[in-house]
């Protein structure tokens, strides 16, 4: 069983201390940062990478975004940053902002799933930048989940999940952002965003910056076909009930939907994860209040959470509701879309 830490009220630095040890020993940690959870171990041993695999279930093919807390630290980790890079750096991090570059030849393979380059993020989360500068080395983390589930954003979903399968659990509280950081590579002078997260297209093109959207960001992946986040490619955030997006950009018409489909299948269980404003005019049995229509960062806050509860209402279908694609609006769709297996419902 893991040993759990509560930082909820305060940082306890002797428990960090012994996490750090923990890490620098080749073991695993689940900590906090601004976007999800993470379970990290040293990016810097191969045998711990391993075990973060083996703890999520994840598939070798799909690399690891490691995390540092200072500058300094890449020097040990990549080559050639360019000026945009540079720029991305200084205006992002620390932030939920992770950036592609040429790996060093000595990072484990394992870290990369034998790429190249390698995903580097400087979270801002107090829990996170201690427990990376006490263990004085770069921490390989990817979301706090068993592959393909929703990623964990509270203590209980994860503490039930991964109590059995990691050394460490810290609890710093709900995750601020609620989604993953944003993943971004820059080729030919332009920014291509593989994942998309809370730092929008838009906050990337003040930076006076070329900003592309990897075409997979919405659309299906076919099999066998390249891609250039291998995250893309793997079934993710869906719960084992069957579940629809149903989106217009007029909610009048989101909603007759959803109850047209609720009408034409009285003989289902069917449930709504929908916006607050709209429970009361939708008729399902069960309702899950995502957030405020009006405060889409409050729904990101709360995606994954209400994902989870889906498969916990034994239901025969899930209905969700779709929200506008700009700014961090992109992000959530981008996660729904494959929590429904890209089963979407435009409406007029
Ligand atoms: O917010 C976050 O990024 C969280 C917290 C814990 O920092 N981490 C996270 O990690 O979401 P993970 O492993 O769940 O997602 C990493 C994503 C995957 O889609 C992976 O394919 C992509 O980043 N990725 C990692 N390294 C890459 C690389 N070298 N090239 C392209 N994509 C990469
Ligand atoms: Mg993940």
Redesign the pocket.
């Given at each position: 069983m893991s040993k759990l830490f509560d930082f909820k009220e305060n940082i306890d630095d002797s428990k960090i201390k012994e996490c750090a040890l923990a890490i620098k020993k080749g073991k695993t940690v689940v900590f906090p940062?601004e976007?999800?959870?993470?379970i990290g171990a040293n990016a810097l041993s191969k045998d711990a990478v391993d075990k973060i695999f083996k703890a999520k279930g994840r598939p070798i093919d799909?690399?690891?975004?490691v995390?540092i807390s200072n500058i300094d630290m890449l020097d040990g980790l990549v080559e050639d940053i360019n000026n945009i890079e540079k720029k991305l750096m200084s205006a992002f991090w620390p932030g939920?902002f992770?950036i592609?570059l040429k790996k060093k030849s000595y990072l484990p393979d394992n870290v990369?799933a034998g790429?190249d380059?390698?995903?580097i993020?400087m979270?801002s989360d107090k829990i996170a930048l201690e427990l990376i500068r006490e263990a004085g080395v770069p921490i390989a983390?990817?979301?706090?989940n068993i592959s393909g589930k929703p990623?964990g954003t509270n203590i209980q979903d994860i503490f039930e999940e991964l109590k059995d399968r990691v050394d460490y659990i810290l609890d710093g509280g709900n995750c601020d952002i609620g989604i993953?950081?944003t993943?971004v590579?820059v080729t030919s002078n332009k920014v291509k965003i593989?994942?998309p997260?809370k730092i929008s297209k838009e906050d990337i093109e003040k930076l006076g910056l070329e900003v592309l959207l990897d075409d997979h960001i919405f659309n299906d992946v076919n099999k066998d076909e390249l891609v250039?986040?291998?995250?893309?490619k793997h079934r993710h955030y869906s719960p084992n009930t069957k579940t629809m997006l149903i989106y217009s950009i007029n909610d009048k018409s989101m909603i007759l939907k959803i109850n047209e489909i609720i009408d034409n299948n009285n003989d289902k269980k069917i449930c709504v994860i929908g916006f607050n404003e709209h429970k009361a005019s939708i008729n399902s049995k069960e309702y899950i209040e995502m957030g405020s229509k009006n405060n889409l960062e409050n729904v990101s806050k709360n995606i994954f959470t209400s994902l989870r509860k889906v498969d916990k209402l034994n239901c025969d279908l899930c209905l969700i509701e779709g929200v506008v694609k700009n700014g961090v609006g992109a992000a959530i769709m981008n996660r729904l879309i494959r929590a429904c297996e890209h089963s979407v419902i435009y409406v007029d």
């Open positions: 940062t976007t999800v959870y993470g799909n690399p690891l975004i995390h939920p992770t592609i990369t790429l380059t390698v995903g993020r979270p983390a990817p979301s706090a990623s993953e950081s993943v590579k593989l994942r997260g250039e986040s291998p995250g893309m």
